[in-house]
């Protein structure tokens, strides 16, 4: 049990929608991640915010979005869903004192049909 | 670029048998290295995290060991069980602007009662 909490656990879209997928982690964790795993490969880092505001990006277009909260909840938000945005989509959060341990959530599956 | 690699990427094994995963990395500039299990389906289980300053770690029938020079972590399975069948994934935590995890593939383990 890691504390972190993901909603929805599955999700199914059309393409062309949008989509907001909700993390919520424990007291003192003011950082967050959001990783992307397709099929068959390992996660792949999507961005991070810390405090707030966006901390880091991988290589992932603008259509991709977070918010984070002052109350350690945090959103991933997805536009003009694409069929290989399929996946299942983790978020991990960190303890201000320690930012290299991640823990992660169990994860919200994205179906796009 | 840091990437991560696992061989082998499958792996069938009898019950019983002592099995080593191995990942490799490219740059020697992680900062913590850690090793999860996924079932089918499922988020991550945190299994062994080897901090920076730490050459191995044991919790068990695993063992995980770090040898930055090498770009090298293996982890070793004494007497795997049928429980043990699923995804092993390696992630270094690279900090270059951001803590961050990098994931190999994964190894998908399968243990025949």
């Known amino acids: 049990e890691t504390g972190v909490t993901q909603s929805p656990t599955h999700l199914i879209k059309t393409r062309g929608q949008q989509v907001t997928l909700r993390c919520s982690s424990q007291s003192g964790h003011n950082t967050v991640s959001w990783y992307q795993q397709a099929l068959g490969q390992g996660p792949q880092f999507i961005f991070q915010?810390?405090?707030?505001?966006?901390?880091g990006r991988g290589n992932f277009p603008p259509r991709f979005s977070g918010l984070q909260f002052p109350n350690y909840s945090s959103e991933l938000n997805v536009n003009a869903l694409e069929l290989d945005d399929s996946a299942l989509y983790l978020c991990a959060s960190s303890h201000r004192d320690k930012p290299y341990e991640q823990y992660f959530g169990p994860g919200t599956r994205l179906t796009v049909t | 670029k840091q990437e991560v690699t696992q061989i082998p990427a499958a792996l069938s094994v009898p019950e019983g048998e002592n099995l080593v995963l191995n990942c490799s990395f490219t740059?020697?500039?992680?900062?913590?290295l850690q090793w999860f299990r996924q079932d089918p389906g499922k988020g991550l289980t945190s299994l062994l995290l080897?901090?920076?300053?730490?050459r191995e770690q044991t919790s068990g029938r695993l063992n995980a060991s770090l040898d930055k020079s090498s770009g090298r972590s293996t982890l070793y399975i004494a007497a795997s069980q049928p429980g043990d069948s699923a995804t092993y994934l390696c992630a270094g935590i690279t900090t270059s602007g951001t803590y961050k995890y990098i994931f190999g593939t994964g190894t998908r383990l399968k243990v025949l009662a």
């Open positions: 915010y810390y405090r707030e505001e966006e901390n």
């Open positions: 080897i901090q920076s300053s730490q």
């Open positions: 740059d020697s500039a992680i900062y913590n």
